[in-house]
């Protein structure tokens, strides 16, 4: 038999948390974002899941590839553009869009033979320095783009740092309207966070709109994170969890007061307790800083880890489920974040991260190679 871990993807859940978008971007066309195989949930389970959305949008070429495989005809955006000259023979090739950030990549179109013109995406660095044309440079890598035979359609795009905290995105608008107020193009600027905290600003510049515009794109708010925890969590925000990692207790032991547990005798029992040990460790994307106290359902009942996570095991606390008379020992259902399969009681992945020292996004992309997905 193999072990018991297993994650689950809710397709209903993806479905359900892209309408979620649609109501707060009424006018906006959608980019499921889809990097990193699907903020790990695999692009063959998620595409097919979100068929209603308008375009999927990633970082590889590969990636790209694989959402063409599945037979989606729609748009395919590449986040950052590509990467080598040669990537722009693909592009072409299977029809997929792609951001201009820097001068190089302008190079390569200039110099790429092409039948079919491309539709690119200007990236503005309004702020966030980390990829885009400084806004004093926007307006000359515009002017070039649209001279050349290559290029079809420019759009215009920029990236918050802080659509999720305190800053705010008004520095970055600010800049981003300054550059572009007078240039034709679709504009796209809200990462999840801005969908949920200021999708409905203003936005100045040709076809006046709101900060929505003419396409967001969202990446973890499709799958069940808040971009915003814990300020807002998941479910203040009508999300559904769209991952549940789940495992069973592969053992059991009952401690007495002095009792350690697991690796550097992280954890000391201070009265009888029982413990039950989980098939799940940091070799299947389990944090190994989750400390103990991190969340985790046994049977459906919220309980704590306790001791350090090690490689293959993880140790949980049966006391709550003891003290509720909910019986639980070999074999019991152990819910890492997600949704218990057996009782609906949820865990949200965001409350783990945050036990963890880390984010939701993390943990959904670390799952590993040795998890099996259903
Ligand atoms: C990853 C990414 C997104 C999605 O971000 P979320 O915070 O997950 O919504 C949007 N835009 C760009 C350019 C990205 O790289």
């Not at 590449?78 to 990537?87: I, K, S």
């Not at 690119?120 to 070039?144: C, E, I, T």
């Not at 708010?221 to 069973?248: S, V």
């Not at 489920?321 to 949704?339: F, I, N, R």
Request: glycine share 8%; aromatic share 6%.
């Amino acid at each position: 038999m193999p072990r018991p871990i297993l994650a689950t993807v809710h397709p209903e859940a993806l479905e359900h948390n892209l309408s979620q978008a649609r109501l707060r971007a009424p006018d906006a066309r959608v980019w499921a974002v889809v990097k990193a195989n699907a903020y790990g949930h695999g692009i063959e389970r998620v595409v097919p899941a979100l068929r209603s959305t308008d375009g999927f949008a990633m970082i590889d070429l590969a990636e790209a590839e694989r959402v063409r495989a599945l037979d989606w005809r729609g748009p395919v955006l590449l986040l950052e553009g590509v990467f080598e000259p040669r990537d722009l023979e693909l592009c072409s090739r299977l029809n997929i869009w792609h951001a201009v950030h820097c001068t190089e990549q302008i190079d390569w179109l200039a110099a790429h033979k092409t039948h079919a013109p491309h539709r690119v995406f200007l990236k503005l660095n309004s702020g966030m320095n980390r990829l885009g044309f400084r806004p004093d440079a926007f307006r000359a890598a515009w002017a070039r783009l649209n001279a050349l035979p290559q290029v079809e359609e420019i759009s215009l795009m920029t990236h918050f740092s802080d659509a999720d905290g305190p800053r705010g995105i008004a520095h970055q608008l600010a800049a981003f309207e300054a550059a572009t107020e007078d240039l034709p193009g679709e504009r796209s600027l809200c990462n999840s966070a801005a969908i949920l905290r200021h999708a409905a600003s203003p936005l100045r510049g040709v076809g006046a709109s709101t900060l929505a515009a003419d396409w967001v794109r969202e990446g973890i708010a499709l799958y069940g994170g808040a971009p915003d925890h814990p300020e807002h969590t998941a479910a203040t925000w009508g999300l559904r969890p769209t991952m549940t990692l789940t495992t069973r207790i592969i053992g059991v032991q009952s401690l007495q007061p002095g009792d350690t547990v697991g690796y550097g005798s992280a954890f000391t029992a201070d009265a009888p307790m029982r413990i039950g040990v989980a098939a799940c460790g940091y070799a299947d994307g389990y944090p190994r800083h989750a400390p103990t106290g991190t969340p985790v359902l046994v049977n459906g009942v919220r309980t704590r880890t306790i001791g350090r996570v090690s490689m293959d095991m993880v140790t949980v606390d049966l006391a709550p489920l003891d003290a509720a008379g909910v019986p639980a020992g070999m074999g019991s259902e152990v819910v890492l974040w997600g949704v218990s399969p057996t009782t609906g009681a949820e865990l949200p992945v965001d409350e783990v991260a945050r036990s963890a020292g880390t984010i939701s996004y993390e943990l959904l992309c670390a799952v590993a190679p040795r998890v099996p997905f259903m």
